[in-house]
């Protein structure tokens, strides 16, 4: 995998000190995921009233596979939630003007936390490029250990901003992959490597 030249101060403000590591299985970049529609409360300066995820749960899905398949990251379902730790997927209906939330259980290492979006998207905001489905693909990477960031999605999807219709990104883009590769490695499943590129630097989605 090769990235240069490229701006490493940039790439740093996007990473935090944190990995996901998964309560169940012990193992950095497994995630096991659930959906639930119990918790609701308090998450920072929200107050959210939960409610089950009913049409971006199949985007959810989709946006999880592009992570994995730029990194070595495993997004894992379960449906038993009896004492479950690990990250609990719910639309929330949010106190003020918000997309989405990541809500760790706790700093350092993430080993569960809820991730809420919002009730308010519609089947058309789910569409690849759409603004339910970038702002899914958004906190998942909240989820992977990546900072919100103010430079544009040429670059990253952690981007405090979208765009109008269906002009989003629909994958990570190049800083993002190269953030979560260094945290997790790159995706090993790859028969042949895809190499993604912008103003001459590439970085390439696995190894073979």
């Known amino acids: 995998m090769a990235l240069h030249p490229y701006n490493k101060e ?16 012990q193992k950095f970049g ?28 199949s985007a959810l899905e989709e946006t999880m596979d592009q992570w994995s398949y730029v990194a070595n990251v495993k997004f894992l379902h379960t449906s038993n939630t009896t004492g479950f730790e690990g990250l609990t997927i719910n639309q929330g209906e ?9 809500q760790p259980s706790s ?16 089947a058309n905001d789910y569409l690849k490029g759409g603004i339910g489905n970038t702002t899914a693909m958004h906190e998942l990477g909240h989820v992977l250990g990546l900072n919100d960031v103010n430079y544009k999605y040429s670059k990253t999807i952690m981007w405090q901003g979208v765009l109008p ?15 979560v590769q260094d945290k997790y490695g790159a995706a ?21």
């Open 30 to 57: 497994v995630i096991s995921y659930t959906y639930d529609a119990n918790p609701s409360g308090i998450y920072g300066d929200f107050f959210i009233q939960s409610r089950k995820i009913g049409i971006g749960k």
């Open 107 to 122: 700093y350092g290492d993430i080993s569960s936390g809820n991730l809420f979006v919002s009730n308010k998207f519609t």
């Open 165 to 179: 219709g269906n002009s989003n990104p629909i994958t990570p883009m190049i800083y993002d992959i190269k953030a």
């Open 188 to 208: 090993i499943f790859n028969s042949t490597n895809t190499t993604y590129a912008i103003n001459g630097s590439s970085v390439k989605d696995g190894v073979h």
């Open 94 to 102: 949010f106190s003020k003007a918000s997309y989405g939330l990541f």
């Open 10 to 25: 940039e790439i740093e403000t996007l990473k935090v000190e944190r990995k996901w590591l998964d309560a169940p299985s």
